[in-house]
Structure formats: structure tokens, C-alpha cells
């Protein structure tokens, strides 16, 4: 009985831990996801950047499979290239031990502080508060978990069971790697697997060259869920996630002979053999970054071999299913889905754009004009679809919001035609008869194409999350991309009277490439328009009436609140 006792109190530690880690993931979502997301996409030109933006990424989230799988759909999107990506995973596996550290830092007391901070914060009224509350709870609750972990495993010191279990497994690390990879991956969390390794070592039940077989095993097993949920994915998500674990898998099938020689080792730096897995577990991620990093080019390479390219893929709709017609919310949600992938493909439009702006590279625009079709032909069935799913009578709540998807998805469609009629033919221009503009007109246009980007990423999630203080963000950008292209305008005039020749030779080019930018960002903000509507926020006109304009007569004038 005493031992059912101590397993049921082990689990629920765990488990504690694992639903603390989810509260942090969901909370630091909530509150900066689009920022992340953003700065992850970014982040990513150059290998060093690369690596910090992973480590960043996964320490904010607590997840290293979150990274992964975020980066993998950035690559599959062709916004982030194969081997850097490679690389984020890197700094996101040194950012999860890093965390692991950090949590075992014997900070278990301020486990009620933050708990009792996130539940003042969380009751704020804007969702940056609820986020960061909801994050300090999940804070709170694993620090309290490892209280509880410790008192779980205190009686396992005098169990003749698990010390029996334990000599087996220290006899046998090939096993007990591949044990405590099966935690890592049942509990889809390296830092679990860490956490109790670290428990079960306090209790001084481990001996330091299993301990560092344990880690090793964590470490393998929480490359795996990554890759189980990408399966389903395109091969160049594929790619990513598999070689991650290819790396991992070597690193520690390579590093467990030397296993007992790294425990002697461990043993004797100064930090003390009480924190012997996060030291080790730390130690190993960045002993692995630092191999790995010079061969990502050569992984990418490998992976590409390995992991061969989807089949043709079909340009239809994939989520438009007629049997959920029956079911509105449903039918809705994959609408709202279908209109995501749109959304996805005009990303793909516009950074083909940007490269080829910046690199006069007329090889990715090819891709413009059957990319735009594919906008074209999924917008078209997207409002075909919705069509025939309000002949079947909608709540009046379900019948704005298919308005506001049908809105949304022209409006996409509407930037596709701008790329392909304007842009794509001005950066053509660009590059085919060799034009340079001013140094501060390239800055110019270079910045008001990323915003561009970066707010098309925000307008996909506010589609999805109608996340209000967002939307109120978007109208605010809106007065900053006119403010932009008003003072970029002004300024390409200067140069032209100063007779720059750079500003004279791409003259029309540059107003031009402002113009269709400007438009595409508003119709971007227009994604905003619904949801300050509902709000009461947004006004039909901002033009004043011209009986307010015109003055009247003292005795006539209408007073107003």
C-alpha cells in the first residue's frame, strides 16, 4: 500500500509539472505569440541570430517542441532556410536545459509569490496581463511541483524494489537511456524527464554515470514528439524536425560510452553533485550545439536526400469538406482554416517580393503568378462554400462571421492581384535593367516591406484569436504605414531637387513600389475593421459633415455632449 501511495504522489507531481509547463506555454502565447512568431522569422539571417532566436523562443515558451514546430512551418513556408533552422533547434536545446537549471536553482519558496502575482495579473482586463498571469502561475505550479517531487521520492531511499530496478539499470545504460527516453516522449517534455531524474539524484539512489545515461536518454526521447507531430506535415517540416533528432540521437549514442568518464568530470567542478543532471544535461546541449553547428549546412543537404519532396500537391481546398455543412461552427472553422492557407500564400508572395528586391533575383518571382491563382481559385471556393452554408440559416453571430471570413479572404485576394499587377512588375524592372535606388530610398522601401510582412503575421492571428488590443494595435499601424509613405514620398522629392541621379533614374519606380505597398497594408488592416466594429469603436466616416464645418448662428448653434 505504501508503495501505490508513493507512485500516485510521484505522478501527480509530475503531472503538476507537466500542467504547470502548458499554463507558461499558453500564457507566454497569449501575451506575446505574435511577437514571437515575428521575432522568430526574423531572427533568422544569420547563424548566430538563429541560434538566439531558438534559445529566446524556447525559454519563453518552456518548450523546445514548440520552437520545433514553429520554425518547421516557417520552413515549410519558405520563410526560414533549412539550415538555419537546423540551427534554432540547436539554441532551442540549450534554452530547455538552460531552463531546467534555472528551475532547480532551489527556488521552490517562491512558488505561493508567483502563483498568488499571477492570479492578480490574470484578472487584468487586456490579454498582455492574462498572458503574463497565467504564465507566472505556470511558473508557481512547477516550482511547487519539485517540492513535491522531492517529497515523493524521499521514501525510495529504503526501497529494496527500486534499488533492485536501479542496480539493473546501472548495469545496463544503453537500457536505462532508452527507459528515460520513453519518459521524455510519454511526457512530450525533456525538462519533465530531467526534473525527476533530478529528484530520483537528490535521493541519492543514482550513481553519477547512470544519472548521466538517464539524461542522455531524456534528451533523445524529447526529439521525438516534434517529429510524430509533423509527420502529417510537408517533407520540408519533415526535414527539420527529423534532423533534430538524427543530431540528438548521435550526440548520444556517442557521448554514452564516454558516460562514466563525464560523471568523474562533472564530478569534479565546483557546482556540487546535487545538481549533477542539470549540469549534465546543460553541459551535453551545448557541447552538442557547438559539434553540430559547423555541419548544418551539410545536414540540410542530407535531409533533403533522406526526406524526399512531396508529391505535385493538389491546388484545391483542403479543408472545405461539404458533410460538415450540417454543422455551422464547424463548417466555419474550417472555412477559417482554408482562409488561413490563403493567408499563408500571400506571405509567400510577398517574401519572394522582398528577396528578390533586395537580391534582384527574378528566379523567385516564377512563382508569383501560379501562387496568385492558387489565391484566386481558393478564395473562390471559399465564398462558394460559405454561400451554400448560409442557405441552410445561420445564427446572426454565425452569419457576421462568415461575412467577416468571406471579407477577409477578399481582401487577401485583392493583395495577391497588387503583387502580381504591380509589384512583381516594378521589382521585374528593378532588377532586369540593373537600377539602384539611393541608398536612403532602399532603406526606405526595405523597411516598409518588412512591416508589410510583419503585419500580414499579425493580421493571420487576429483573424483567428479576434484578439482585441491587437486589432486597436493594427488601426494604430495603419496611421504609421501612411505617415511612412507620406514622408518617404517627401524625401525622394528632396533627392530629386538635390538631382541625385539614383533618385532620378527610379523616380516613378520608387513612388510606385510605395503606392501598392501602402494599399496592400490597407487592406491588411482591414482584418482589424470587424472586431473594433462590434466594439462600437469604429466609425462609417472620419469625415466630418459639412453642417458641423459651416458655422451657425448663435441663437441655432446645436450644443453637443
Known sequence: MASIIIMINLFGAVALLLFGLAQVKDGVSRAFGAQLRTGLANGTRGSLRSFASGFVATVALQSSTATALMVASFVERELVLPRMAQIVLLGANVGTAVTAWIVAAGTEWLSPLFIATGLLLYRGGSTGRKGGGLALVGIGLMLLSLHLLSSATEPMRTSAALAAFIGLLDNAWPVAMIFSAVIAFASSSSLAAIVLILSLSS??????????????????????????????????????????????????????????????????????????????????????????????????????????????????????????LSTPTVALASATREVLGIGDLIERMLMRTSDSFEQDNLVKLMDIPPLEARVDRLQQEVKVYLSK?????????????????????????????????????????????????????????????????????????????????????????????????????????????????????????????????????????????????????????????????????????????
Open 203 to 324: 535521493a541519492g539512489i543514482l550513481s553519477p554515470g547512470l544519472i548521466i545515461a538517464l539524461v542522455l536518454g531524456a534528451n533523445l526521447g524529447g526529439a521525438i514528439p516534434p517529429v510524430v507531430a509533423s509527420l502529417r506535415g510537408s517533407a520540408a517540416a519533415k526535414r527539420v524536425t527529423i534532423g533534430n533528432l538524427i543530431v540528438r540521437a548521435l550526440g548520444c549514442f556517442t557521448a554514452l560510452p564516454l558516460a562514466g568518464l563525464g560523471a568523474d568530470l562533472m564530478m569534479e567542478l565546483p557546482f556540487g553533485p546535487a545538481n549533477l543532471p542539470v549540469d549534465a544535461h546543460l553541459a551535453f546541449n551545448i557541447m552538442l550545439a557547438a559539434v553540430a553547428w559547423p555541419f548544418s549546412r551539410l545536414l540540410a543537404r542530407l535531409m533533403r536526400l533522406l526526406v524526399p519532396d512531396d508529391a505535385q500537391e493538389d491546388t484545391g481546398p483542403k479543408y472545405l469538406d461539404i458533410q460538415e
Open 389 to 561: 452554408l448560409g442557405r441552410m440559416g445561420l445564427s446572426p453571430e454565425d452569419s457576421r462571421r462568415s461575412l467577416d471570413i468571406i471579407d477577409y479572404a477578399i481582401n487577401l485576394e485583392h493583395i495577391g492581384d497588387i503583387i502580381e499587377k504591380g509589384l512583381l512588375t516594378q521589382v521585374t524592372k528593378k532588377a532586369a535593367l540593373g537600377l539602384k535606388f539611393s541608398e536612403d530610398g532602399h532603406r526606405e522601401l526595405s523597411t516598409l516591406f518588412q512591416l508589410t510582412l510583419d503585419n500580414l503575421r499579425i493580421a493571420q492571428t487576429i483573424f483567428v484569436t479576434r484578439d482585441f488590443p491587437l486589432a486597436r494595435q493594427m488601426m494604430e499601424v495603419k496611421v504609421e504605414v501612411r505617415r511612412m509613405e507620406k514622408e518617404s514620398s517627401e524625401r525622394h522629392i528632396e533627392r530629386l531637387r538635390d538631382g541625385r541621379l539614383e533618385s532620378l533614374q527610379t523616380s516613378s519606380l520608387h513612388l510606385d513600389i510605395l503606392r501598392d505597398l501602402k494599399r496592400i497594408n490597407a487592406h491588411i488592416v482591414s482584418v482589424a475593421h470587424p472586431i473594433l466594429d462590434d466594439s462600437g469603436l469604429l466609425i462609417e466616416s472620419r469625415l466630418r459633415s459639412v453642417a458641423e464645418l459651416q458655422p451657425q448662428p448663435a441663437g441655432r448653434r446645436v450644443h453637443q455632449s
